[in-house]
């Protein structure tokens, strides 16, 4: 599984816009690995962008999608009201904080029909009778964990492959549950120190992600351990990328310090650090996915109104590092990158 890339590079499912299929293709057809985003988008909408990548690369390419939780506990009143008083400001009507399953059940039933080779989940395992229906039908499962005892509940419903994910990561930690009284959400691993930790309890392929932006740090994942590594953050600024203009200013200006914060999701998600991280974050509560569609149309309006101070910035430890411009000559340094760090392992012989 990922052992046929001519580079071991896979484009990292980023949900709300900034994966799409022209990135999934151009990063496919420059040797790699892509995978959609299914997360927050409906099964028909899936299913169109699943047909439109397939007919711009004939290289296979994974789906993502969000594993349902339960509905939140958590008293939403004074979060609700911060931001009515930023979408008034903004001339729009927040969303109703309610709970959904991501259509998740027929987003599954859409990755089945289109036999998608490789199918990712995010914040939770799938059940074993859905991992049986993916391996009957030809597919391979990848679960993204955050810790050594998520990888042993993806090992345990049969998961083909583990996406280690790294605190370094940018937007949602791939957390199973979310600690509300814990910073980040629960348990913090360095991707290293947990492809250390993970490839000592499994021999199944290890993929690494969280701040991955040069080719030295795919260098470094693989020599411990990694089968591949997924970026994310390293190709929000390239020309095919869905990112909305002003979040790729912000990127582009740098200086902003990343954080954890559930402000705009009711998840801890890496962002850069603006207002809404910086005044919402000490009291929004664990409450994905209410928060996250109580939010959307205000980080929306945001956006259109190219006022980076209430998006939701989401971005990797690392983001000030990374590349720009077509997707190919990211990957292309990122492999030139990746070599000039194996010849200086050579000093190990």
């Given at each position: 599984m990922f052992d046929d890339l001519r580079f071991p590079v896979i484009a990292a499912p980023m949900a709300g816009g900034p994966t799409t299929p022209e990135l999934v293709?151009?990063?496919?057809?420059?040797?790699?690995?892509?995978?959609?985003?299914?997360?927050?988008?409906?099964?028909?909408?899936?299913?169109?962008?699943?047909?439109?990548?397939?007919?711009?690369?004939?290289?296979?390419?994974?789906?993502?999608?969000?594993?349902?939780?339960?509905?939140?506990?958590?008293?939403?009143?004074?979060?609700?009201?911060r931001w009515r008083a930023e979408a008034e400001r903004l001339g729009v009507e927040p969303g109703e904080p309610r709970w959904d399953d991501d259509a998740y059940a027929a987003k599954l039933e859409v990755v089945l029909e289109r036999k998608v080779p490789v199918v990712s989940f995010t914040f939770g395992t799938p059940s074993v009778e859905d991992v049986e229906r993916l391996h009957a039908?030809?597919?391979?499962?990848?679960?993204?964990?955050?810790?050594?005892?998520?990888?042993?509940?993806?090992?345990?419903?049969?998961?083909?492959?583990?996406?280690?994910?790294?605190?370094?990561?940018?937007?949602?930690?791939?957390?199973?549950?979310?600690?509300?009284?814990?910073?980040?959400?629960?348990?913090?691993?360095?991707?290293?120190?947990?492809?250390?930790?993970?490839?000592?309890?499994?021999?199944?392929?290890?993929?690494?992600?969280?701040?991955l932006v040069h080719g030295a740090d795919i260098a470094a994942v693989l020599a411990a351990g990694a089968v591949a590594a997924q970026l994310g953050t390293a190709f929000l600024r390239a020309d095919e990328a869905g990112t909305q203009p002003a979040h790729r200013q912000a990127l582009a200006d740098g200086g902003r310090p990343t954080a954890f914060t559930r402000a705009f999701s009711g998840r801890p998600a890496r962002s850069l650090v603006n207002r809404a991280v910086a005044d919402f974050s000490a009291t929004a509560p664990?409450?994905?996915?209410?928060?996250?569609?109580?939010?959307?149309?205000?980080?929306?309006?945001?956006?259109?109104?190219?006022?980076?101070?209430?998006?939701?910035?989401?971005?990797?430890?690392?983001?000030?590092?990374?590349?720009?411009?077509?997707?190919?000559?990211?990957?292309e340094r990122l492999q030139a990158e990746a070599r000039e760090a194996a010849t200086r392992l050579s000093r190990l012989h």
């Open positions: 293709a151009a990063v496919t057809a420059a040797g790699g690995f892509g995978f959609l985003a299914g997360g927050y988008l409906s099964a028909d909408a899936l299913a169109d962008r699943i047909a439109k990548t397939a007919g711009l690369t004939g290289e296979q390419f994974g789906v993502n999608l969000f594993v349902p939780g339960g509905a939140a506990e958590a008293d939403l009143g004074a979060h609700i009201e039908n030809g597919s391979k499962v990848a679960v993204t964990v955050t810790s050594p005892a998520e990888a042993d509940h993806a090992v345990a419903v049969g998961a083909d492959a583990l996406v280690v994910q790294g605190f370094e990561a940018g937007a949602h930690r791939g957390l199973f549950a979310d600690e509300p009284g814990a910073e980040g959400g629960g348990a913090q691993y360095g991707v290293l120190s947990l492809l250390r930790l993970v490839s000592a309890r499994t021999d199944l392929p290890l993929v690494a992600t969280g701040g664990s409450a994905y996915p209410e928060v996250n569609n109580l939010t959307k149309p205000v980080r929306a309006a945001a956006g259109k109104a190219g006022d980076p101070e209430i998006m939701s910035l989401y971005a990797g430890q690392t983001y000030e590092l990374a590349g720009f411009g077509p997707a190919a000559s990211i990957v």
